[in-house]
């Protein structure tokens, strides 16, 4: 098994950003966790971030005949991005969405999650644990495929 993890804007910013919303844990332990969670899965994993749009669509393109499934927190782009949706949906790879935050209690203007609606299944307002989820959910739809 051979997955995808994607992380979106400003959250190489963990740890310096918001603290009290996103937690005092940096990029590097998110990264790590990931990591540690594949291994102990028998997982295969890569892990990107981008702060660019069009770089995430890329990436998601990318992944089509070479992964099996894809962890993203799209971050702000969540709440704005069709061509993210868009392409979730052009490579039909099944994708778990993960916010750190609770997304459901914050503002008006994050209700909406576009990239979701391509996703098996979204994880909010777990912190970090939410990425070990997310990861053990998809392994476990892979597995029952
Ligand atoms: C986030 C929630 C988004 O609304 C926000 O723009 C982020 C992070 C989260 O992980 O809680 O950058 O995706």
């Known amino acids: 098994m051979n997955i995808l993890v994607i992380n979106g804007p400003n959250l190489n910013m963990l740890g310096i950003r ?3 919303l996103y937690g005092k844990a940096d990029y590097a332990a998110l990264v790590q966790l990931v990591e540690e969670t594949c291994a102990q899965e028998g ?3 890569e892990i990107f971030q981008s702060n660019h749009e069009g770089a995430i669509v890329d990436k998601i393109q990318e992944a089509y005949g070479k992964k099996d ?4 927190n799209p971050a702000a782009y969540t709440h704005t991005s069709v061509a993210i949706l868009d392409a979730l949906k052009a490579v039909s790879i099944p994708a778990v969405e993960i916010h750190i935050s609770d997304v459901s209690q914050r503002e008006d203007f994050r209700q909406i999650s576009y990239a979701g609606k391509a996703c098996i299944k979204t994880f909010m307002g777990l912190g970090l644990e939410g990425y070990r989820q997310a990861i053990l959910y998809l392994k476990d739809y892979l597995e029952k495929q």
């Open 69 to 72: 499934g894809i962890v993203i």
């Open 43 to 45: 997982i295969e994993v």
């Open 18 to 20: 918001e603290p009290d």
